[in-house]
């Protein structure tokens, strides 16, 4: 089993910045990837960015490239969302997830571990 935490949500302008962090813990050594999806309200959640755990390749939304940044830190076991120039579009209840085996990463039916979601609000 895997848990996983996420935190560093909140209320931002557009233009602005935030960080998202999630920690993990449990069998952490057992996962491929960690993922981040969203859900704005009134739509169905959908795929942000993910980064696999050894070979360090990410993937990324074609909404948010050159935005945003998924980066993770081993020691920590904490994958962080790095979202810069934040639009009105980008607010969305913001999840983390994680994927003990090969996959294509951007389907979250392929994740087994969610964390609770962090709410990201940006005003225009």
């Known amino acids: 089993q895997v848990q996983l935490v996420e935190s560093g949500g909140g209320l931002v302008q557009a233009g602005g910045s935030l960080r998202l962090s999630c920690a993990a813990s449990g069998r952490v050594f057992s996962l491929y990837a960690m993922g981040w999806f969203r859900q704005a309200p009134g739509k169905d959640r959908a795929f942000v960015a993910a980064?696999?755990?050894?070979?360090?390749?990410?993937y990324y939304a074609d909404s948010v490239k050159g935005r945003f940044t998924i980066l993770r830190n081993i020691a920590k076991n904490t994958v962080y969302l790095q979202m810069n120039s934040l639009k009105s579009e980008d607010t969305a209840v913001y999840y983390c997830?994680?994927?003990?085996?090969?996959?294509?990463?951007?389907?979250?039916?392929?994740?087994?571990?969610w964390g609770q979601g962090t709410q990201v609000t940006v005003s225009s």
């Open positions: 997830a994680a994927v003990p085996g090969v996959a294509t990463l951007t389907n979250e039916e392929e994740y087994t571990y």
């Open positions: 980064i696999t755990w050894r070979e360090i390749s990410t």
